[in-house]
């Protein structure tokens, strides 16, 4: 079955730099690739998500790439806020089944 | 819209009790899952439904029951409760048909000691 593998575990930024956090995936039948922000006590929320047959896809400081021949997937948010500080995770799907297998997740900290 | 409901927030079990996890959702999503989330950790999938009538393992289905008799409605049942399921329970609905995205809902704190 699908395996997400998710790198850093956690992520420490100054407000204004760069973050990048990346998933890698092992059933090549994946084909849809989400991110979710999950703030502490909260529900997972769906903040930006790619298709199997698109490179990349941005909104607004939120861009996704997907590199579907190395099964690498990453997240990229610049001019980073303090309320961007959360939990992120990376997450694979294929097949009919609709499964979402996702990643452990990466504690990104925003310092002000 | 409600969106997705889950009752209740919290519940603490003792050893060996049962109870049932309810989730509701009023979107029409033929969808549904289960998810459980260690402290720290990420999602897994207990058990998912693709439909009325039709339900399926995830990759940690063991200690958990499931039903689905509605489209609105997907139980979880904890038979004989024990402390590894301490954890916090997602459900989460979504509609293939036009979208693989997957709407939470608040989700219940379920403490076992």
């Known amino acids: 079955g699908e395996n997400v593998e998710q790198h850093p575990s956690t992520l420490s930024v100054q407000e204004g730099d760069s973050a990048v956090i990346k998933c890698t995936y092992s059933?090549?039948?994946?084909?849809?690739f989400p991110w979710y922000k999950q703030e502490l006590g909260k529900r997972p929320q769906l903040i930006i998500d790619?298709?199997?047959?698109?490179g990349e896809k941005k909104d607004q400081r939120i861009a996704v790439t997907l590199n579907k021949t190395a099964k690498h997937f990453s997240l990229h948010i610049t001019e980073t806020q303090p309320e961007d500080s959360a939990v992120y995770f990376c997450?694979?799907?294929?097949?009919?089944?609709?499964?979402?297998?996702f990643g452990t997740g990466t504690l990104l900290a925003v310092q002000p | 819209n409600a969106g997705v409901t889950q009752t209740p927030k919290f519940r603490i079990l003792k050893i060996g009790q049962s109870m049932t996890l309810q989730c509701t959702q009023d979107m029409n999503h033929n969808y549904m899952y289960w998810y459980r989330q260690d402290p720290g950790m990420g999602l897994k999938l207990i058990y998912y439904?693709?439909?009325?009538?039709?339900?399926d393992k995830g990759e940690v289905p063991n200690g958990y029951n499931v039903s689905r008799s509605t489209t609105e409605d997907f139980p979880l049942r904890l038979e004989l409760a024990a402390p590894s399921q301490t954890s916090v329970y997602f459900c989460a609905s979504g509609n293939t048909g036009t979208s693989y995205e997957q709407y939470f809902g608040p989700g219940t704190r379920l403490t076992v000691t």
């Open positions: 997450a694979a799907i294929g097949g009919a089944t609709n499964k979402l297998i």
């Open positions: 439904s693709v439909g009325a009538g039709i339900t």
């Open positions: 059933d090549s039948a994946s084909n849809y």
């Open positions: 790619i298709r199997s047959n698109v």
